[in-house]
Structure formats: structure tokens, C-alpha cells
């Protein structure tokens, strides 16, 4: 097994799935898929409800702060220092951020499908 290493700064911003979303590609397992990517959620960014079918999520929030879109006005924000998992297969969002907007590390143990 060899090591891999990289710094951030040496990483360009490429778009995400979604609009007024960056990502940074940490590492890619080229064997099993599996992938860690730095995400940049834009200021009032939101992101859809969806789910990775072949692949648990675990995302830990590194600035910012995201908002689980709900009905209430009142729904809490998840702010640095949150973490989540879900389970291949589990919906989760929809999400949005603030006026701050906000960056996450998420670490997905097989491929995105």
C-alpha cells in the first residue's frame, strides 16, 4: 500500500453537482471508489435531498454552518464542529447555508452512484 499525500492549496475548486457549490477532490480510491472531498457551499447556497445509494456519507462541518431545510423558520443550524453519518441509501437534505456559507470534509466509503 502506498501513501498518499497532498496539500489543499495545491487543489482547484471544480463544481459540484449543484449551483453555488465547489469541491476539492482529497482522495480517490481507485480500487474500491471511495472518495474524501472538501465542499465549499456558497453564501444562501442550497443543496437537494438525495441520497448515495452504493456509499455510507460521513461529513463534518469545518466553517460555516449548514440549516436542514424544514417547514420552521426555527430549524437549527448545524455550525463548525457537527458531524453526521448516513447510511448508504438515506435520503438527507435538503440543506442550506447562511450568509456565511460553509465548508465540509465528507469521506464516502464507495462509489457515488
Request: proline content about 8%; some cysteine; charged content about 20%.
Amino acid at each position: 500500500m502506498e501513501v498518499y499525500e497532498v496539500h489543499e492549496d495545491d487543489l482547484e475548486w471544480v463544481p459540484a453537482d449543484f449551483p453555488r457549490a465547489q469541491m476539492k477532490v482529497l482522495y480517490m480510491d481507485p480500487k474500491g471508489g471511495g472518495q474524501i472531498l472538501l465542499l465549499h457551499f456558497e453564501p444562501f447556497c442550497e443543496m437537494p435531498a438525495h441520497a448515495h445509494s452504493s456509499s455510507d456519507e460521513a461529513a463534518y462541518v469545518l466553517e460555516g454552518s449548514l440549516k436542514l431545510a424544514s417547514l420552521h423558520e426555527d430549524a437549527p443550524f448545524k455550525g463548525k464542529g457537527s458531524f453526521a453519518h448516513f447510511p448508504a441509501g438515506a435520503s438527507h437534505g435538503p440543506f442550506s447555508t447562511g450568509e456565511e456559507g460553509c465548508t465540509i470534509i465528507s469521506i464516502f466509503n464507495g462509489p457515488l452512484r
